[in-house]
């Protein structure tokens, strides 16, 4: 089968990262859930073929993803040497490094030592001699700013990585981060955060009075969501129970917990939201997730090429309109003595505690 990517304005729809050179497809794909050993390769060889066929050039990994850790990167580089073999300059590879990798000291963090040995390692199970972009992938208090986006400098200079990037840093940490690069004399071209429906973090005001919605716009910085459906919360999967293969079954990123009566409850309101527009409400969730123009791209995870087609279909969906937000905030904020609405803390936002808490 012959493989060709996009051009933009073919199809795809793409969108310039904040003031950087990049370019992203509207819809990038995770390579996190189902992609690693438990995925039979050949299932994981068709959701990416299925997805570059259809216009999505962005496929985002880290270290760690799998399992077991490093099995994702490893399948995914399995590819860059077969089916995607002389496409790699039309592909956008990501990976990362924060989070627990390896034991001991240098298996997690922000140090220089272990960003830029698991880059190298990284390197080795993709079969290539760069990624276009380079995450710090979580804040870490133990080791100095200067030094965590120091190496991603270095991974830049040395041309193992084009882009530097961070991801779940906070309004007040992306600031700090944002103001070493430039000493540096580093752009910091992405930042990744979890953003859903369910999950508003980045339009809450920081210390400063600044959401990371602000930030990034404030600084040219592109953002590229992810979990846009809340770890599949906001689909209809869950209305009905919890179904014995899911993430909520097996405590993969989505626990019980979180299927709380008043998350639920916040579920099934949404989707009389998405039925009113004729739409699935994970298409509604993932369109919502991009309404905003300081949102570069979407990263959407899947299980099957259908789920792909889903997600992709909500490129297609019509805007919101002022009742629908309306509607939307009603659920999902609510009003703090000021007389504004906030961000309800719904409980779901994992890499809270890890990272954008700190």
Known sequence: MSHKAPEPGSGMPFARAGRSGLTLPRLSLGLWQNFGQSTPYAAQRELVLHAYDRGIVHFDLANNYGPPPGSAEAAFGRLLATDLRGHRDELLVSTKAGYRMGPGPYGEGGSRKYLLSSLDASLRRLGTDHVDVFYSH???????????????????????????????????????????????????????????????????????????????????????????????????????????????????????????????????????????????????????????????????????????DENLAALDASPFTTDELAAIDAVTTEVVPDGSRRPLDTGINIWAARSSDL
């Not at 120091?150 to 990037?165: D, E, H, I, N, P």
């Not at 981060?177 to 953003?195: F, I, K, R, T």
């Not at 997730?289 to 299980?303: C, I």
């Open 138 to 308: 979580r804040f870490d208090p133990t080791t100095p700013l200067h030094e965590t986006i120091g190496a991603l400098a270095t991974a830049v200079s040395s041309g193992r990585a084009t882009y530097a990037a961070i991801s779940s840093y906070s309004a007040e940490r992306t600031t700090e981060a944002l103001a070493v690069a430039d000493d540096l004399g580093l752009p910091l071209a992405l930042h990744q955060p979890s953003y859903s429906m369910l999950n508003r973090w980045i339009e809450a005001p920081g210390p400063g009075g600044r959401s990371l919605l602000d930030v990034a716009g404030d600084s040219g910085t592109g953002l590229i969501a992810f979990s846009p459906l809340a770890q599949g919360m906001l689909s209809d999967r869950y209305l009905d129970g919890v179904p014995s293969d899911s993430r909520a079954a097996r405590s993969v990123s989505l626990r019980p917990e979180h299927l709380a009566p008043e998350n639920l409850a916040r579920i099934r309101a949404l989707r009389e939201v998405a039925s009113g527009r004729g739409e699935p409400l994970a298409r509604t969730a993932v369109a919502w997730t991009l309404r905003d123009p300081r949102v570069t791209s979407v990263l959407v995870g899947a299980r099957t090429t259908a789920q792909v």
